[in-house]
């Protein structure tokens, strides 16, 4: 191109060249301000390596220094520096031993799917991935995607990466790493057909443990654990005496020794606020205050630890030398009700449940049996 003689400031001289460039036919090539007094060549689309012109400057008289321009008698290159494509997905797996919901990704058949393209021209079809049905640890997904892409032939790579939120804990997230550099390094992923796009890159935000949270596709709901004695307490009076009246209650791996008063009980609500004083009362331990509640369910006694208590284990226990437990409990029947899920391209897991019976417990004929719920269905 040839710039017309005269005096210019640097953007006079940038909207002339700018204007020979698309009368060229280079509109994708641009002259941009480069520091106080400086001219740059760019592009989006392809790489200036040289330039070359004659006798060209920048003279400003407002700056001290005279910077002349690489539009010298002479050719000079810039450094091209070639990076790879990223893609970088959301903190979405909970860094935990214990909340097993949310430590893991769980692939089923409803979010398997992950239709990727790499390194390729934007008409080429996706390439569809199927992830296999399981719970995976984040460096397990890692491994799993990995494997996928080598078998498909995609020069990608997958690592997962730490992220810590105040208040919440550390999560770990995804990025997928292009091995090739330059403009033709790319990644690109079909949202809308990837059934494990939400599972794997989509960020969650949750609040307490074992309770309500939110996801970025629906909300998952929970209720809370509780024990249930087994015993069906019908007849009453009831007199507690002597050698048969206390049992022991574990509250997150702390034990505690309740002690009732001797003497006869006219109903069970009648027991159950004895219970509760003992439990809540003014001179209850602080481990279970205010923590625990006492309730009935039936003709039995239940237990359930109070919303936002912190609790997250709690099983009853007998006293050595001492039948209060299997009088009031005859061996704690723990329930867990299931959560209920409304979302897309999530999934659920299923419960785990322990149950805590002690060595030395007496299970009588009558209640041996044990019984699990799922779906409503008992088995």
């Given at each position: ?160 990466y730490s992220e810590y939120v105040s208040g919440a804990g550390t999560f770990y997230g995804f990025q997928i790493i292009s091995a090739e550099s330059g403009v033709d390094s790319k990644i690109e992923i079909d949202i809308a057909g990837s059934s494990a796009y ?144 409304v979302s897309s391209g999530t999934s659920v897991r299923s419960p785990q449940i322990t149950l805590n019976i002690p060595i030395g417990t007496v299970i009588d004929s009558a209640v041996k049996a044990i019984h699990s719920y799922y779906s409503s269905d008992s088995?």
């Amino acid at each position: 191109m040839k710039l017309a003689t005269g005096y210019y400031d640097r953007q006079q001289i940038m909207n002339m060249i700018n204007s020979e460039l698309t009368t060229l036919g280079l509109s994708n090539v641009e002259a941009l301000a480069y520091g106080d007094s400086s001219i740059q060549i760019a592009s989006e689309d392809y790489f200036v390596t040289g330039l070359k012109g004659n006798m060209f400057k920048v003279d400003d008289p407002a700056i001290e220094n005279i910077y002349t321009s690489v539009f010298y008698d002479n050719i000079k290159y810039g450094t091209v520096v070639e990076t790879q494509a990223v893609f970088k997905g959301g903190a979405v797996l909970l860094n935990s031993t214990t909340d097993t919901d949310h430590n893991r990704f769980v692939i089923t058949g409803d979010n398997n799917k992950l239709l990727i393209r790499a390194n390729g021209n934007s008409a080429e079809p996706y390439v569809e991935l199927t992830l296999a049905a399981d719970s995976y640890t984040a460096s397990q997904m890692t491994s799993l995607l990995n494997n996928a892409f080598a078998a498909n032939s995609l020069s990608l790579t997958a690592t997962y990466y730490s992220e810590y939120v105040s208040g919440a804990g550390t999560f770990y997230g995804f990025q997928i790493i292009s091995a090739e550099s330059g403009v033709d390094s790319k990644i690109e992923i079909d949202i809308a057909g990837s059934s494990a796009y939400d599972t794997l890159f989509r960020n969650c935000s949750y609040t307490t443990f074992r309770s309500n949270y939110t996801y970025t596709t629906g909300t998952y709901s929970y209720t809370s654990s509780y024990a249930t004695g087994a015993a069906d307490l019908t007849e009453f009076p009831l007199t507690i005496s002597e050698g048969a009246d206390k049992f022991g209650i574990n509250v997150n791996g702390t034990y505690y020794e309740i002690a009732l008063e001797q003497r006869g009980y006219s109903s069970l609500s009648d027991l159950i606020t004895e219970i509760d004083d003992k439990i809540n009362g003014i001179n209850a331990p602080a481990g279970l205050k205010d923590k625990v509640t006492v309730s009935a369910s039936g003709s039995n006694i239940r237990f359930t630890p109070v919303s936002g208590s912190g609790i997250s284990t709690l099983s009853l226990s007998a006293v050595s030398g001492n039948t209060g437990y299997k009088d009031l409990f005859v061996g704690t029947n723990t329930t867990y009700t299931e959560r209920t899920a409304v979302s897309s391209g999530t999934s659920v897991r299923s419960p785990q449940i322990t149950l805590n019976i002690p060595i030395g417990t007496v299970i009588d004929s009558a209640v041996k049996a044990i019984h699990s719920y799922y779906s409503s269905d008992s088995c």
